[in-house]
C-alpha cells in the first residue's frame, strides 16, 4: 500500500513565524505535490517537485517555498505565517506521466489543518 | 486556474439508490480521474478515464467521459452511508507546461442518508 505522511494533523502557529510542513512518501515516487484545500475553493495547487532539487511553481506560490533534498521527502515552508494561510495543506506523489496518457494517479496524505493566529 | 467544475454541488439521497455526479472542462484533455474524500481527510483515487476511452467501470463505480462535450459522469450505484464524501473530477493535460498537474474541482458533497 502506497503510505504519505504528513508531520501534523493540526498544526496553530502564530503570525510572522515560519512554517515546516513535512510530507513523507514510501513508493519510490518522482512527483510530489503540495495543495492548499479552502471552502467554496477546492484544491489549489502550491508547489510541485518532479526530481530531487527541482520544483515548479503551481497556482498560488505566493508565500510559500518548498525543499526536496531527498526523493521520498517534499516539505512546504511559509516563510513568514500570515492569518490567510489557515488552511488545509495537502501533500500527494504519484509517479512520472506518461506521454500522451496524462498524469498518473496522485495518492494524498492525511492533511494538516493549519491556524494561523 | 479551475478546469473542472462538478455539478450539483451537493446531493443527498436515501440508502440504496444510485447518486450521478456530473463534471465539466474547458479545455482538451488526457485523463481525467475522480478522487473521494471523507471529511477532514485526504483524497483517495477512484478512477481514471483516458481520453480515448468513453466508460469505466469499478466495482460499485461507473464512468463515462464524452470528450466532444467535454464532461464527465460518475455514477454510484446502490449508495451505502459509507458513500457519503465529498467527490471531485480532476483533469490532466498530459503535455506543455501543465504536464504534470491534475486540476480540481470544486466537489460534489454526497450525503447517503441510512
Known amino acids: 500500500d502506497v503510505k504519505v505522511t504528513q508531520s501534523s494533523r493540526y498544526l496553530v502557529k502564530r503570525t510572522g513565524e515560519k512554517v515546516f510542513l513535512e510530507c513523507v512518501q514510501d513508493?519510490?515516487?518522482?512527483?510530489m505535490f503540495w495543495y492548499r484545500q479552502d471552502p467554496g475553493l477546492g484544491l489549489r495547487l502550491i508547489y510541485f517537485s518532479y526530481d530531487v532539487k527541482m520544483k515548479e511553481k503551481g497556482d498560488i506560490p505566493e508565500g510559500y517555498s518548498v525543499s526536496r533534498e531527498k526523493k521520498e521527502r517534499f516539505s512546504l515552508i511559509l516563510e513568514s505565517a500570515s492569518t490567510n494561510q489557515t488552511s488545509m495543506y495537502l501533500c500527494?506523489?504519484?509517479?512520472?506521466?506518461?506521454?500522451?496518457?496524462?498524469?498518473?494517479?496522485?495518492?494524498f496524505g492525511p492533511g494538516t489543518r493549519l491556524t494561523v493566529l | 486556474s479551475q478546469q473542472g467544475e462538478e455539478d450539483p454541488q451537493a446531493l443527498s439521497i436515501q440508502e440504496g439508490e444510485n447518486a450521478t455526479m456530473n463534471c465539466s472542462y474547458k479545455?482538451?484533455?488526457?485523463?481525467l480521474q475522480w478522487y473521494r474524500q471523507n471529511s477532514g481527510r485526504g483524497l483517495v483515487h477512484l478512477i481514471l478515464i483516458r481520453s480515448n476511452e468513453r466508460e469505466k467501470h469499478s466495482g460499485r463505480l461507473r464512468v463515462t467521459l464524452d470528450t466532444s462535450k467535454k464532461s464527465s459522469s460518475l455514477l454510484i450505484t446502490a449508495s451505502r452511508a459509507a458513500d457519503t464524501a465529498s467527490y471531485f473530477c480532476a483533469t490532466g493535460l498530459g503535455s506543455g507546461a501543465g504536464s504534470y498537474q491534475l486540476t480540481f474541482g470544486k466537489g460534489t458533497k454526497l450525503s447517503v442518508i441510512p
Open positions: 513508493m519510490d515516487h518522482e512527483n
Open positions: 479545455t482538451s484533455i488526457n485523463n
Open positions: 500527494a506523489s504519484s509517479f512520472p506521466l506518461v506521454w500522451r496518457e496524462g498524469p498518473d494517479t496522485q495518492y
